[in-house]
């Protein structure tokens, strides 16, 4: 496939992505289309100033949109600031961006008060995070209700670093998830990061046996341990995609299929019958048709995580500030 066959592809398929995945759980395109019609875009340039000044932002913001979707559904519990608020869950260490969505939310308060949920702020933020990324763009249903609650003991839904195959497979299944969907919103991790503490028990008393984990690629080992040394800084940050963590694309897979992946459970994607064989069909096709597999299922997979446990109609409300219930 030459590079001009290619382009027109990708064009093809980026015009597909932003008609059609329209509809979900009962939202709707262009539903601020009347109320607050520079929505989408108010959210988009917010998301693109703080990129410009830190790309490591965008991974941020697509982990805080999963986050809030994995608990209490999609609708912003994550958001709210307290004690024993879902953000203060030990699960929720690290999540950042909340100045992101405060920001736009302000901006959008003031031009329409009272109509964009932070709950749809979180979603548009995270489409547009990786569309900056070099990732794919897609239409984005709205109509989401920010949500009542929220519990930091909520939290255990959330998949873990150290999950199996099998524990994430019921995590997902219990959000209507399928395994196909599993396995590529993992694919986020392109652009992700983690910290040594996450990493660490890989590396150097694996099971207690006082060896690595035998799944990590032997010449990959060396580069984890020189990152994370047995008394390095626990969160010294560490690229989730060794090739091109700034970079939105399918290398992931291929780091996966090899034996490289920085964390337990994306490594165990590979040595599981039900995943593996999505991890072949993302990592098979990174040449020559440069991940375009990976581009299309994307957005339907953060579609189907966009829609799950919506409130919509007259359920929740609109918060006026984003960290705290009216």
């Known amino acids: 496939m030459v590079a001009s066959e290619i382009a027109t592809v990708f064009l093809l398929l980026n015009a597909l992505l932003r008609g059609s995945l329209v509809q979900s759980q009962g939202l709707q395109r262009g539903f ?3 109320s607050c019609p520079d929505a989408e875009d108010i959210v988009r340039s917010t998301v693109g100033k703080y ?3 830190d790309a490591t932002i965008a991974p941020g913001l697509l982990r805080l949109h999963f986050h809030d979707c994995f608990v209490q559904g999609c609708d912003a519990s994550v958001l709210i600031s307290g004690a024993s608020s879902e953000r203060s869950a ?7 961006g909340f100045e992101v969505i405060d920001d736009a939310k302000s901006q959008l308060e003031s031009t329409c008060p009272g ?4 709950a749809d702020i979180l979603a548009l933020a ?3 995070s990786v569309d900056l990324a070099g990732g794919p763009s897609w239409a984005v249903p709205l109509g989401r209700r920010d949500g009542r609650i929220s519990s930091a003991a909520d939290a255990k839904a959330l998949p873990s670093p150290a999950d199996p195959v099998s524990v994430q497979r019921q995590k997902f299944a219990a959000q209507g998830l399928s395994d196909h969907d599993l396995v590529t919103l993992v694919g986020a991790h392109t652009i992700g990061q983690t910290d040594c503490a996450f990493v660490r028990y890989r590396l150097y008393n ?3 046996t006082g060896n690595a984990d035998p799944s990590i690629s032997p010449a990959f080992l060396p580069q984890l341990r020189a990152l994370c040394p047995p008394n390095g800084d626990p969160v010294r940050r560490v690229a989730l995609d060794k090739d091109g963590a700034g970079s939105f694309d399918a290398a992931f897979f ?3 299929r090899d034996g490289n992946a920085v964390l337990e459970s994306d490594q ?3 040595g599981d019958d039900a995943t593996q064989g999505v991890v072949q069909k993302y990592a098979g096709n990174i040449r020559g048709l440069f991940g375009l597999r990976f581009t299309y299922e994307f957005p339907k997979a953060m579609v189907s995580l966009g829609g799950v446990a919506v409130k919509t109609g007259r359920q929740g409300e609109i918060r006026r500030k984003c960290s705290r219930f009216n």
């Open 268 to 270: 165990r994607l590979w």
């Open 51 to 53: 990129y410009n000044n």
């Open 32 to 34: 601020y289309d009347s």
């Open 90 to 96: 030990p699960q929720n260490f690290g999540l950042r």
């Open 206 to 208: 694996f099971t207690a």
């Open 254 to 256: 291929k780091n996966v």
């Open 115 to 118: 109509v964009v949920s932070c």
């Open 126 to 128: 995270a489409r547009d």
